[in-house]
């Protein structure tokens, strides 16, 4: 069953300002979007939303009127009106410069084609001149894998060590020309040992690809008895 699209109706397009009125009949929705920048949801009316997440998710959300609330960049879901009565409400975003949300883009496309295990989009979302230094390695960066080549050959060796590895609850920010993705890796390696472990990667970006990926993850000790 399809759903009828939300009318979004723009009100102040100028600088870094963005507001748009959003109006849905019962039963619309936004459809699949990820959010770009921060924001602010002004209600215009009551409401009953349902929001629905990567990875199957739904949960119910309220809309007062009158109560705001904010949202940080990367964002991901549809939003349904799920209730009898047409509800609307404002969304204000502050709209940072096009290299920013470019770069935001990259960590987002990023993430998908690690999930994907697809080392074409992987390499495409990396810079002429990029480095990977691994998490783990027998110097203090970590392995060092310098130049496409080599790097493409690291992430290969990824998905090799662990056919169905996973990085779940991704979280994505740009500072500059700083990015910084967190997730929780999961995967099976050859021998069928299970890893879950949180992790993070820094990135440092060459316009709007990544030059050097920097990864980090928690080490796991034996529970005190
Ligand atoms: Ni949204």
Redesign the pocket.
Known sequence: MSRPSAKPVVHIDQGRIRATEWRFEPGAE?GW???GHD?T?VPLTDGELLIEEPGGGTRAAPLVRHAPYS?MAG?H???VNNGGQPLSFL?IEVVEDPLQEKRLQTLMRFGDAWNAHDLDTLMDCMADDCAFHASAGSVPEGAVHAGRDAVRAAFAAVFDDFPDAQWTHPQHRVVGDVGLSTWRFVGRNRDGVLVAVDGCDLLRFSGARIAQKDSYRKSKVPAKA
């Open positions: 936004t979007h990820i959010h924001y949801v949202r964002v879901h549809n939003v969304e």
